[in-house]
């Protein structure tokens, strides 16, 4: 973000421009002589412009650190001043109150802090420009050693802190797509579309249950563990045709992780991954999951967005050095990713998930009919060479058994002649191109 230096001079002619402004402090003594007076240096404030998350988070990580619920060796806040009319610098962001719509049109927060010891002014403010835009402002300054390298301390200090106690850390977030965001706007673009759910609105289910060899439940346990244990982040890929419990495997990891790290749900339609990766960072340690990647970071050759695979690149390179961002995507066919995205370096681990093994079958089968005697008996040896034969996936056999559920609820004369034609007649529907039925019409199989 780009900084620039006011006097206060100006920020004194910016103040004076506000009607009716007057200064309120928190818990206001009834004897008025006893309200800390306003003393600002005359040194120079750095000005950065942020984003309304941003903006917020800043607000009540200092407002907490005023009220002492929360405490850090290295700041204490003072005093707190607000300049505006009937409104209290209390204000935090959540996703369940659209922050935008209660703020007023101008508002200053001054907060009076010392950061390891030495003074500080923090301004918060937030204003319409002449486009009616809202704009929010960050601006401190040390009233001694005011200096470049005092002044980036003390933002990665407040900004990392200011996230790290946000409502969002250690949570399971779902960014949900904005068709109307542009690519190049900042994390609070973010903001009308991140929500926060519940570990078990994810339906996740045990390892065991998950029906994939034991090489890749290997590489799942050794992923989890890493991030657990701070012992590195990682990136995966896991390739498969749909049905082959990719999708099952990312929630697993996910209920696992849950509350020992941030965890962010992409969508394959979301291209904001610059703003989404920088978030992840101020989140840390966070895990991002993509669902689909091969939408994002398609080949160049064929339709992509280049400038959403050039910013994921730069992004990636930039995290190697980092132990606090992993990523965690799926795709149907990794020959759709950009071969510079699937690079070894960039990601770790492209995991090739096949179709479920023959011997696990049964097994599926039995938690999916929950001991139904009566459908069990209907999976013959018969039907189930015929799932062999055909290398069906796991989803197909959960639906299967599903809708056979249903038969048995709303149909009569159900034999294991109804189950075959409607096991070979869902196998068409699902597996089965127009263009090969078309051929069986006419007496062609399907090798001919």
Known sequence: MKQKKISIEKWEQLMSKIDKAKIIHENQPDNKEEIPSLKLSRNFFIVEKIDLMLHSFVNSFLHRIYKLELANVDFIVNNLFTFTENISADIEYTNEVNLESILPSNKIILYQAEYKKIDVDIILEWFLDQYNRRIYNIKYKFDLNNNDSLNKDFRDFLFKESYKNSIFKNKLLKIEIDYNSDDDEAVDSLLKNLKIIKVE??????IDKIYIPNFIKEEINRFCLSIEKNISSLRFIFSGLPGTAKTEILKYISKYLAGKCTIMFVSSGEHRLTSILNLADYLSPCLVCIDDID?????????????????????????LDLNNVSILATTNDKNLIDIAAKRPGRFDQIIDIGEIESKDYNDLIKDCLEDDALLIDYFTEEVINDFKKNKVTGSFIVNLVKQLKIYTKTAENIDS??????????????????????KSKFGFTEDE
């Open 201 to 206: 609105e994810l339906h996740a289910k045990k």
């Open 295 to 319: 939408f994002i970071v398609r080949d160049r050759d064929s339709y992509s967005n280049s400038k959403t695979l050039s910013a994921f690149l730069q992004k990636l390179d930039g995290f």
């Open 417 to 438: 002649i109804f189950i075959k034609k409607f096991i070979e007649n869902s196998y068409k529907g699902f597996y089965k191109t127009q263009l090969q039925l078309e």
